[in-house]
Nanobody
Framework: QVQLVESGGGLVQPGGSLRLSCVAS????????MGWYRQAPGKQRELVAG???????NYPDSVKGRFTISRDNAKNTVSLQMNSLKPEDAAVYYC???????????????WGLGTQVTVSA
């Protein structure tokens, strides 16, 4: 089992930055791909950044160049640096352990409870 706890969400103005963090319990963290997803009201949950166990990152076009995912296996932590935030980035952001860095689910998928990101002037 892997437990995930996200932090770092909040209110930010358009153009601003936020850094989300996710701390994972469990000894298998370092062998799992990790990802950040978001879900806005009325929309499906979508991948915003994924990272392989080896540190290779994947981003959809909507956030490429603005978001950066990183991981620290020694601290069981994965982070998401979000810059140049837009109102359409507002959502609940979830940390995932187990899905591939491109979002595929092969049966191992753990979720955190999410952290709210609001982008508004």
């Amino acid at each position: 089992q892997v437990q995930l706890v996200e932090s770092g969400g909040g209110l930010v103005q358009p153009g601003g930055s936020l850094r989300l963090s996710c701390v994972a319990s469990g000894s298998i963290f370092s062998v799992l791909d990790m990802g950040w997803y978001r879900q806005a009201p009325g929309k499906q949950r979508e991948l915003v950044a994924g990272i392989t166990s080896g540190g290779n990152a994947n981003y959809p076009d909507s956030v490429k160049g603005r978001f950066t995912i990183s991981r620290d296996n020694a601290k069981n932590t994965v982070s998401l640096q979000m810059n140049s935030l837009k109102p359409e980035d507002a959502a609940v952001y979830y940390c995932n352990a187990g899905r591939t860095a491109t979002g595929r689910n092969y049966g191992i998928s753990y979720w955190g409870l999410g952290t709210q990101v609001t982008v508004s002037a």
